[in-house]
């Protein structure tokens, strides 16, 4: 089998891996919920390709990302839910419906102003289709926080729950009382840790976490940014420590700690020269 520019040579892989008997052991393993993870992870190395304007990295991260839609929609066609094509004719359509002021005949265009709340009134309307789709339960309740996607990465569903309470006005008016609520949650860790409850640890973490989320919402950082840019500087901090370790004949296992602290201090220290 050759390399093609043609969706369908891809579907026709997937489907040969996913072949018994003939097909690859470790794809005939795999099921929808062992696969997502890598499909997140995936979506995520579009966004840091992106991030540093790698484009030969874009492309290729974009197949990756590409294959794993090709291989949920085989899986899902295994099981007669339904195919690829389906997919893309879903989507499709959705886009077709959300911009009426593009695909409308010629005298059913949207003026540019009128663009923002037909978009939002389609999705509020295909919203409403699905949930007539889904099984109703007994007893549900309709929560203002039910849009708010759970599949979403967890701290950026932390923002948008929060932003989401925001509009009736369960919300902070000051960063500072932020900062309050961070202390607090930093004393609860603090006697989680003299009472040894490691599930008490593992829920005030979690509420520092979403503390943390709430301060980046308020002083309009987003998170998850400011989480690549610190895991970044950690890179390059740690980076010199090797470095420096190595100038001198030493290993990182042999290194002290106070011999690291004091390269990690010198890290920052050139940082601020720049």
Request: with cysteine; glycine share 4%.
């Amino acid at each position: 089998m050759t390399p093609s520019r043609d969706i369908s040579r891809l579907i026709e892989i997937m489907a040969q891996l996913r072949t018994p008997v003939t097909g690859c052991p470790w794809d005939l393993e795999q099921n929808f919920s062992t696969i997502a993870p890598y499909t997140i992870e995936e979506a995520y190395e579009v966004a840091d390709a992106i991030a540093r304007s790698d484009f030969d990295d874009l492309k290729d991260e974009l197949g990756d990302l590409l294959l794993q839609v090709v291989y949920h929609a085989r899986m899902a066609e295994e099981e007669k839910a339904f195919a690829f094509g389906d997919v893309v004719e879903a989507i499709t359509r959705k886009m077709i419906r959300r911009h009426p002021h593009v695909f409308a005949d010629k005298d059913g265009n949207i003026a540019p102003a009128g663009v923002k709340s037909a978009w939002e009134r389609i999705k509020v309307e295909e919203k409403a289709e699905r949930a007539a789709r889904r099984p109703q339960h007994a007893n549900e309740h309709s929560s203002l926080l039910s849009g708010v996607k759970a599949g979403l990465p967890a701290l950026t569903r932390a923002m948008e729950l929060q932003k989401k309470a925001s509009t009736v006005g369960f919300d902070w008016n000051d960063p500072r009382l932020v900062l309050q609520k961070i202390r607090e949650e930093c004393d609860e860790i603090e006697a989680a840790l003299d009472r040894d409850d490691m599930e008490e640890l593992a829920d005030e973490t979690g509420d520092l976490l979403f503390a943390l989320v709430n301060l980046a919402r308020h002083v309009h950082v987003d998170p998850e940014m400011a989480l690549r840019r610190a895991n970044a500087k950690f890179e390059r901090r740690f980076a010199h420590i090797e470095q420096a370790l190595a100038a001198r004949g030493r290993s990182l296992d042999k290194a002290t700690l106070d011999e690291m602290d004091a390269l990690w201090n010198e890290a920052k220290e050139k940082e601020r020269d720049l």
